[in-house]
């Protein structure tokens, strides 16, 4: 199995302000993605974390939203640009290592 | 449009009894399935998967039946324990997950003593 560490686990956030979410993994892997999960709702893919080359976005989320970084095949973070309270969410990391995807343990976000 | 559905919500079940979480999906290219529990402060946990090649897959006392011609697939767990109480989650994915995954909605599960 894979051991995901996500930074932070819980903040709140001011109308308008950035934050920076950080996702470490204990392997190397080569599929990260990025998840979003509003409150009463379902998970939602964000966007999938490619290393060494740009992200590839869902429909309805735009990279100058939501910008990631993948500098190895072990970290990835996703960034929450000018947020509002629409973004109060809980995101989370997840990897496929072998034939089973893992997740983090989530940053829960509020936005006030 | 949801291309994955749990359309119960919650769902009560006696301690010792079996439960059945129940999903569907629509889009005939999704070709692996999982399931996932979620407690409440916790990322998802994954439970059990089944490819579309098979029918059924069992884990200990969790089970996953696949009906591709109704695009149905339900988890059973047998017997239900308390610490079966959570949200649990079908995910389904095309190519095996290398794109991501679709969920549903979720079904939160209440074991009763």
């Known amino acids: 199995s894979a051991v995901i560490s996500q930074k932070p686990s819980r903040d709140i956030c001011q109308r308008g302000t950035s934050l920076t979410i950080q996702c470490q993994v204990d392997s190397q892997v080569t599929m990260m993605f990025w998840y979003r999960q509003q409150p009463g709702q379902s998970l939602t893919l964000i966007a999938t974390?490619?290393?060494?080359?740009?992200?590839?976005?869902e429909s309805g989320f735009v990279i100058d939203k939501f910008p990631i970084s993948r500098p190895n095949l072990t970290f990835s973070t996703l960034t929450v640009s000018n947020m509002s309270p629409e973004d109060s969410s809980i995101y989370l990391c997840?990897?496929?290592?072998?034939?089973?995807?893992?997740f983090g343990e989530g940053s829960w976000l509020t936005v006030v | 449009d949801q291309q994955v559905k749990q359309n119960s919500p919650s769902l009560s079940v006696q301690e010792g009894r079996i439960s059945i979480l129940n999903c569907d999906y629509t889009n005939s290219m999704f070709d692996y399935f999982l399931w996932y529990k979620k407690y409440p402060a916790e990322g998802p946990t994954f439970l059990i998967s089944?490819?579309?090649?098979?029918d059924k897959n069992e884990d200990g006392r969790f089970t996953v039946f696949l009906n591709k011609s109704a695009k149905h697939l339900s988890l059973h767990i047998v017997p239900s324990q308390p610490g079966d109480s959570a949200v649990y989650f079908c995910?389904?994915?095309?190519?095996?997950?290398?794109?991501?995954?679709?969920f549903g909605k979720g079904t939160h599960l209440i074991i009763q003593p």
């Open positions: 995910a389904a994915s095309v190519g095996g997950g290398a794109d991501g995954l679709t």
């Open positions: 089944i490819s579309s090649i098979k």
């Open positions: 974390a490619n290393q060494g080359s740009e992200a590839t976005y």
């Open positions: 997840s990897v496929v290592l072998g034939n089973t995807i893992y």
